[in-house]
């Protein structure tokens, strides 16, 4: 999980509450964290 991004570790989840912080951490963070690759 360390080369995961907060969005794989949300993305991972099944629940509702999980994608509305998708939804949040995707328009915080914009469009870039899509292609950023993993460390």
């Known amino acids: 999980p360390r080369q995961q991004t907060a969005v794989h570790l949300v993305a991972s989840r099944q ?3 999980a994608t509305s912080i998708l939804r ?5 963070a914009g469009r ?6 993993d460390g």
Not at 24 to 28: K, M, Q, R, V
């Open 15 to 17: 629940t509702g509450t």
């Open 24 to 28: 949040a951490l995707l328009a915080a």
């Open 32 to 37: 870039d964290i899509r292609v950023i690759t």
